[in-house]
């Protein structure tokens, strides 16, 4: 048996003895003067079944007291952590790390296969420089486009918190703020994250985490190319006021070859249109979702053709078909006008429309006081038909009408040449 303390001087041999354990930043937590607690063969690894150097630290403030779990061979196997068995790189689950690189590794179950595995890649890890992956991992591909949007680079010390306090579940944790425990309900034990197991977790099998980050990847939105093939344009939104085009050619010549950019910078936006098709659609393969320059997160979506622009545009949405949100303050659309009568005559005069104005003529009676008959120039003179009528005389103007200060009867000898006529 490899745990043996017996005659076994191979076994004991290969009992790892190490000074500082291999953590992500989340387990390790926000504290830069840490203090930790170390166990020289304290346990066995919960994987290969070998003693190694337990370290115990607590993470922060309110936090539980965390230690290693697996040996550091076993985690320089599978490059995660000792605690979490999280991968070191993107964060997320081996399960789902290896679905997204496409890495298929049958590690042994058995103790003997096991064994004899382990010590086949600790000679290989003794060999490599350290810098780079060993097994499966060294030989992978690229990763894909649904591991990259599931990646967690930032930490994540919620993960760090105390776990439920069993006693104040039932009523009878006596301890009150002084708990070390948190004192909150519990989740649905029908809930699959609730029973999760650190040997499925390493192994990459029926994992839940690892199963529910997964249906979230499908249901993520994509970026499909349109059907029209002359489409070889992108269309790049929320670039900012200092973004140039040369800092965008900079970054979309490696997928092809690029004939026009044209920055709108109104609006804050930019159409790249390549070459040739297949460069559109490896730009937008490989920068959709995940295009950041100069620290900006930028949209990128396809363009669209030049027969369906101008025909489609309606109001509230752009060029790309996205809704515009409305602008606070502004009125709202102004009603359409009234529909014009066009055979209704302009009536300027506002004349009774039953009698003509060429034909009719405008008598005013005699002003009060007056016996004789009116000189002439002061009767009620016959409208031309073909011009306007002339105005009525001053004396014959009702009172109070007066359009200048100079027609005042009142002013300028008025009174007088109407005493005079009398």
Not at 167 to 196: N, S
Request: net charge neutral.
């Amino acid at each position: 048996m490899a745990t043996s303390l017996g005659s076994n001087t191979y076994n004991r041999q290969n009992w790892e003895d190490s000074d500082f354990p291999i953590l992500c930043q989340t387990c390790l937590g926000e504290n830069p003067y840490i203090r930790m607690t170390k166990e020289k063969y304290g346990k066995e690894c919960k994987i290969c079944a070998r003693p190694f150097t337990v370290f115990r630290w607590c993470p922060g403030v309110r936090m539980r007291f965390k230690k290693t779990e697996v040996c550091q061979t076993c985690s320089k196997m599978k490059n995660v952590c000792q605690t979490c068995l999280l991968d070191l790189e993107y964060g997320l689950p081996i399960q789902v790390r290896d679905t997204g690189m496409s890495i298929k590794d049958d590690m042994p179950r058995s103790d003997v296969n096991k064994e004899y595995y382990t010590q086949n890649m600790e000679r290989e890890i003794q060999n490599s420089d350290g810098t780079r992956l060993v097994g499966m991992l060294g030989k992978a591909q690229n990763p894909s486009d649904m591991l990259l949007k599931l990646a967690r680079p930032t930490p994540y010390y919620k993960r760090n918190r105390p776990h439920i306090c069993s006693f104040w579940v039932k009523g009878e944790c006596k301890r009150g703020e002084e708990c070390p425990y948190r004192h909150e309900k519990p989740t649905d034990p029908d809930d699959p994250l609730a029973d999760q197991n650190i040997k499925d977790r390493y192994y990459g099998i029926n994992d839940p985490v690892a199963d529910k980050l997964l249906k979230r990847s499908s249901s993520m939105p994509r970026l499909d190319p349109p059907e029209d093939k002359s489409i070889t344009t992108l269309y790049i939104g929320g670039l900012g006021e200092s973004l140039t085009d040369s800092e965008l050619r900079n970054h979309f010549y490696q997928y092809g070859e690029i004939r026009t950019i044209t920055l709108v910078q109104r609006q804050q936006c930019a159409f790249i249109q390549f070459a040739t098709r297949q460069g559109a659609e490896l730009a937008a393969e490989k920068t959709f979702n995940k295009l950041i320059i100069n620290g900006r997160r930028l949209a990128v979506k396809w363009g669209r053709s030049q027969a369906a622009k101008g025909t489609d545009v309606k109001d509230g949405f752009d060029e790309m078909g996205t809704g515009l949100e409305p602008v606070p303050g502004l009125p709202t659309t102004l009603p359409p006008p009234p529909a014009l009568e066009e055979e209704a005559p302009a009536n300027y005069f506002n004349l009774d429309p039953s009698s003509s104005p060429a034909l009719m003529n405008i008598s005013l009676p005699p002003p009060p006081g007056l016996s004789n008959p009116l000189p002439p120039g002061f009767g009620a003179p016959m409208f031309h038909p073909m011009g306007p009528p002339p105005p009525p005389p001053m004396a014959l103007r009702p009172p109070g009408h007066i359009h200048y200060p100079s027609q005042d009867p009142q002013r300028m000898g008025a009174h007088a040449a109407i005493r005079h006529s009398d």
